[in-house]
């Protein structure tokens, strides 16, 4: 199936699994390949998170800012998967992204080119080409650990497909939910993300923790490998 030029499809999942395209009209926002390589627009990024969290942690601001982008990428491609039967190509080069924006922020492709939706290539198009350079960027400028990060990829890409399958379910789109599964599956057996976590069912428990329970008022998360904050937050395990 081929994608349609405003992605219309996509619109009744909610916000997270919206992709502007030029459909839209020109929009503003950084190059995500610039974000990447000068650091410049994720480092404005974390400001933000950490303003609106309230948190004077830079890397529990880092950890919830890659959370955010990564469920974001991970919505937009199995929401393609699951109702096009293909993704669009998100080239960093194309794929532009206002780190100012409120979550779940806006991101804006110059050009839907198609390609098929296997884990293959959806790992090229997602882990390769964003998660991969996010995590170098935010590693080098943040401090923030590998194991973490990509512990955060595992569970945004859980939620994503637990999200679009209970929307499935919901609308009798069982072959969409049939689709994300199995792409779930096979991504979350990727060499960068097994080992992240456990899906039982739509139900996933990672191995790392993302932090987001140092943020003030905040708590653990549903996936979450504590059972409990731990007491003594200065040395928390950050995964």
């Known amino acids: ?54 948190t004077g942690e830079d890397r529990v601001a880092a950890s919830v800012a890659q959370q955010g982008l990564a469920a974001r990428l991970w919505s937009v491609t199995l929401g393609c998967a699951a109702l096009y039967e293909a993704v669009p190509d998100l080239d960093p080069e194309l794929l532009h992204w206002d780190p100012r924006a409120s979550a779940p922020g806006d991101l804006w492709l110059g050009e839907a080119r198609v390609r098929p939706a296997d884990a293959e290539t959806v790992a090229a198009v997602v882990l390769h080409g964003h998660l ?20 955060n990829a595992g569970s945004a890409l ?21 689709r994300t ?35 003030p008022g905040g708590g653990l998360c549903g996936d979450c490998c504590l059972t409990r904050p731990p007491r003594s937050s200065p040395h928390a395990p950050s995964g």
Not at 12 to 23: E, M, S
Not at 132 to 151: D, F, I, Q, S, T
């Open 1 to 54: 199936m081929d994608l349609d030029p405003g992605l219309t499809l996509l619109r009744p999942l909610g916000g997270f699994f919206v992709l502007r395209t030029p459909a839209d009209g020109p929009r503003a926002g950084t190059p995500l390949a610039r974000a990447y390589g000068d650091g410049d627009a994720l480092d404005l990024r974390v400001r933000h998170v950490a303003g609106a969290l309230r």
């Open 132 to 151: 991969e350079p996010l995590a170098a960027a935010l590693g080098r400028r943040h401090r923030v650990a590998r194991g973490l990060l990509w512990g």
């Open 158 to 178: 859980a939620a994503a497909a637990r999200r679009l399958g209970q929307w499935a379910h919901a609308h009798g789109r069982a072959d969409a939910a049939a």
């Open 181 to 215: 599964r199995a792409l779930t599956a096979g991504l979350l057996a990727h060499p960068l993300l097994a080992g992240t976590g456990t899906l039982s069912g739509t139900a996933f428990r990672r191995h790392s923790c993302c932090l987001y329970y140092r943020v």
